[in-house]
């Protein structure tokens, strides 16, 4: 039977946070945990926190007090930390006739039992992960937008070289971190031994539009990447045909010089 949480409760308060780039979780794993894949151990005095390698962390039941000491706690461990961690916030109830609904930022479930949390607690990192690189995107996009528009003017400007292999280079590594580092759309490896808890994943899922939103992100990046690697051809393309240009102006003088040199030998015979 699968271990219950906030037995004596049927409401708490979640959060999740993005903190950084990475968790470095081995000192945790070796505590006495709630469960794992995710990793869950106990917080406060009642409470609970899901932590994933990718950097974030969700808490359950925890006083602001509590919070702020684990997050205080938990900061050596948080590799490349986000200077303002992007964060979500939702109130679970445990009801089972209605296990799954999602309304005005409350999550109702069938039981505060440790593969639930962690379900949930799946999804809420996973949106706020998506948050945070949503925001991220749309600088990029619009950062990159008047070079597309400069397109219909002019190719020439070598300014935006450095520019664009920045702005590709970030958009590359938001393609890895989403797909190899989170697995957005892939299901939590917890499904393969709790089956049972599909259900409410593929609602929560649903509500939070997971695979939308990673969908339209994917779009935005790839059209940034191709902006950026069109106008990076174009630039290339132009400085061969100036090179070529330069080599035939070269062979040019060098023609004539040697006409001249002809014509002095001539002259002085």
């Known amino acids: 039977m699968e271990k219950l949480i906030f037995e004596n ?10 903190l950084g780039e990475r968790l470095d979780l081995k000192t945790l794993e070796t505590t006495d945990c709630l469960g794992t894949l995710p990793l869950v151990v106990s917080a406060g005095e009642q409470g609970c926190v899901v932590l994933f390698r990718y950097g974030a962390v969700v808490l359950y039941g925890l006083s602001p007090v509590e919070e702020a000491s684990f997050l205080t706690y938990l900061k050596p461990l948080v590799l490349e930390p986000l200077d303002a961690p992007e964060t979500e916030e939702v109130v679970l109830k445990q009801e089972p006739a209605g296990a799954g609904r999602v309304e005005n930022g409350t999550i109702w479930l069938q039981s505060f039992s440790v593969g639930c949390l962690q379900i949930v607690a799946d999804v809420l990192a996973k949106s706020v992960v998506l948050a945070r690189y949503e925001v991220g995107t749309g600088k990029i996009f619009d950062q990159i937008e008047p070079f597309a528009e400069s397109l219909q003017r002019t190719t020439r400007d070598e300014r935006w ?6 702005q590709l280079g970030t958009t590359i590594s938001i393609q890895h971190k989403i797909v190899g580092r989170v697995e957005i759309v892939d299901k939590p490896d917890l499904l393969w031994d709790a089956p049972e808890l599909e ?3 593929l609602r929560l899922e649903n509500e939070y539009e997971i695979r939308e939103r990673h969908l339209a992100l ?3 990046l ?3 990447s191709s902006t950026a690697e069109t106008v990076l051809d174009l630039l290339q393309h132009n400085t061969g045909l100036r090179v070529e240009w330069y080599v035939v102006i070269l062979i040019v003088v ?8 002809v014509f002095l030998q001539a002259k002085a015979t």
């Open 222 to 224: 790839d059209l940034i």
């Open 254 to 261: 060098e023609i004539l010089l040697s006409f001249y040199d």
């Open 9 to 18: 409760r049927d409401t708490i308060r979640g959060r999740a946070l993005f």
């Open 199 to 201: 259900r409410i994943y």
């Open 218 to 220: 994917e779009r935005k």
């Open 161 to 166: 070289a450095k520019e664009l292999l920045r």
